[in-house]
């Protein structure tokens, strides 16, 4: 597809899922949640373009779709945000409303495309890998959005560990770990180990947190998409779906699809789920 064509596409999605915020200033849904790419020097462009394919997908797949839906509001909303050196700008996109497959899938087409949006083809992002101000900043995006959930996640996916600011002082992993425990957010992790084997390890230790807080490894960027499937299944699937018997959830005759992926929860977060994960 052409630029000019990545862009209508992206334009025509804007348009067809943009929220419509209620007359007190906020809408209510199930679940906030930001999906916050890595997109510092570390990844090359093929990479990225895998990251966000794999985004795409996930959302394009039913199972995926019915957890989004599953909650006692039906609806949830979310925004994509690359994040890189702590010194860059981070690019995001708008708040979008999933309330329908058909919604999901609209917002799939815009995640594809995103590359073009954010600039990365174009050397923007680059540099170190400034977790915690990724985090910073989409603690900022789940305040400032006029949107209220009962559950609100920041989505971490990289490749790398943090390293020290270099340009200016900026918020890191601990400080901002312990800013979202404060705001009762959940930050989760997909760790891509094609540098540090350990990365998942790394992730649990010093980045997760909240309740069910939960990291995800691929072992490769090629298999990336099947592991940001099962995350986001579990990130968006309601606690009260989970809980309802498999004849009444709509979304647990799935659940088996993603039995594969390597899954590591905290047992002092929430033991009953690692028990039932592994």
Same mark, same amino acid.
């Given at each position: 597809?052409?630029?000019?064509?990545?862009?209508?596409?992206?334009?025509?999605?804007?348009?067809g899922?943009?929220?419509?915020?209620?007359a &007190?200033?906020?809408?209510?849904?199930?679940?906030?949640?930001?999906?916050?790419?890595?997109?510092?020097?570390?990844? %090359?462009?093929?990479?990225?373009?895998?990251?966000?394919?794999?985004?795409?997908?996930?959302?394009?797949?039913?199972?995926?779709?019915?957890?989004?839906?599953?909650?006692?509001?039906?609806?949830?909303?979310?925004?994509?945000?690359?994040?890189?050196d702590?010194?860059?700008?981070?690019?995001?996109?708008?708040?979008?409303?999933?309330?329908?497959?058909?919604?999901?899938?609209?917002?799939? &087409?815009?995640?594809?495309?995103?590359?073009?949006? %954010?600039?990365?083809?174009?050397?923007?992002?680059?540099?170190g890998?400034?977790?915690? %101000?990724?985090?910073?900043?989409?603690?900022?995006?789940?305040?400032?959005?006029?949107?209220?959930?009962?559950?609100?996640?920041? &989505?971490?996916?990289?490749?790398g560990?943090?390293?020290a600011?270099?340009?200016?002082?900026?918020?890191?992993?601990?400080?901002?770990r312990?800013?979202?425990?404060?705001?009762?957010?959940?930050?989760?992790?997909?760790?891509?180990?094609?540098?540090?084997?350990?990365?998942?390890?790394?992730?649990?230790?010093?980045?997760?947190?909240g309740?069910?807080?939960f990291?995800?490894?691929?072992? &490769?960027?090629?298999?990336?998409?099947?592991?940001?499937?099962?995350?986001?299944?579990?990130?968006f699937?309601?606690?009260?779906?989970?809980?309802?018997?498999?004849?009444?959830?709509?979304?647990?005759?799935?659940?088996?699809?993603?039995?594969?992926?390597?899954?590591?929860?905290?047992?002092?977060?929430?033991p009953?789920?690692?028990?039932?994960?592994?």
């Amino acid at each position: 597809m052409s630029l000019f064509g990545r862009w209508i596409v992206l334009v025509a999605c804007l348009i067809g899922t943009a929220p419509v915020i209620a007359a &007190d200033g906020e809408i209510d849904v199930d679940l906030e949640i930001v999906l916050a790419v890595d997109g510092s020097g570390s990844i %090359s462009a093929r990479e990225f373009r895998l990251q966000l394919e794999g985004y795409a997908n996930a959302l394009r797949d039913e199972a995926v779709q019915s957890a989004a839906v599953s909650g006692p509001l039906g609806k949830i909303a979310v925004a994509m945000m690359v994040w890189s050196d702590a010194a860059f700008k981070k690019f995001e996109t708008d708040w979008f409303i999933i309330d329908s497959r058909a919604a999901a899938g609209r917002y799939a &087409d815009i995640v594809e495309v995103f590359h073009v949006h %954010s600039g990365r083809n174009y050397g923007v992002g680059g540099g170190g890998t400034g977790i915690g %101000s990724g985090i910073e900043y989409a603690l900022r995006m789940l305040d400032e959005n006029g949107i209220e959930a009962t559950r609100r996640t920041v &989505d971490v996916s990289g490749d790398g560990v943090e390293t020290a600011p270099w340009f200016r002082k900026a918020m890191v992993l601990p400080e901002a770990r312990a800013l979202a425990a404060s705001k009762d957010v959940t930050i989760n992790g997909l760790a891509i180990l094609t540098d540090f084997r350990a990365l998942d390890r790394y992730y649990e230790d010093e980045m997760i947190t909240g309740p069910g807080a939960f990291v995800i490894e691929a072992k &490769d960027f090629d298999a990336f998409a099947e592991a940001i499937q099962r995350k986001l299944f579990l990130e968006f699937m309601s606690p009260i779906a989970e809980g309802k018997t498999p004849m009444h959830n709509p979304v647990e005759a799935s659940l088996h699809a993603f039995e594969k992926a390597p899954i590591t929860i905290n047992a002092e977060r929430n033991p009953a789920r690692k028990a039932k994960s592994r």
